[in-house]
């Protein structure tokens, strides 16, 4: 079992930043993969960004890809989103997950089978 806990979401202006937080524990020591996911209202869930967890290679959603960074801090079980440059379409709740059973996929939520609750991202015009 992998638990995770998101913060850092909230309200910004366009062109601003946030940085999201993912606090993993359990067995963090099967992951293969962290990423994070957003879904819209109205909207299916989309992938954002992932990281393989003891390589550390990283992989984006096109839309995202040059304004938002992924990272992650193995000593502490944590993951990161620095979320820079800002859109109105960036409003999501954002979710953090992690596969533990696939070693080669990344990017398709269906491979991630431990989520954490959520946490709001408002981007306001």
């Known amino acids: 079992q992998v638990q995770l806990v998101e913060s850092g979401g909230g309200l910004v202006q366009v062109g601003g930043s946030l940085r999201l937080s993912c606090a993993a524990s359990?067995?963090?020591?099967?992951?293969?993969?962290m990423g994070w996911f957003r879904q819209a209202p109205g909207k299916d869930r989309e992938f954002v960004a992932t990281i393989r967890w003891t390589g550390g290679s990283t992989y984006y959603a096109d839309s995202v890809k040059g304004r938002f960074t992924i990272s992650r801090d193995i000593a502490k079980n944590m993951m990161y989103l620095q979320m820079n440059s800002l859109k109105p379409e960036d409003t999501a709740v954002y979710y953090c997950?992690?596969?533990?059973?696939?070693?080669?996929?990344?990017?398709?939520?269906?491979?991630?089978?431990?989520w954490g609750q959520g946490t709001q991202v408002t981007i306001s015009s």
């Open positions: 359990g067995r963090t020591w099967s992951t293969y993969f």
């Open positions: 997950a992690a596969n533990t059973r696939y070693s080669s996929a990344g990017a398709s939520d269906n491979a991630y089978n431990y």
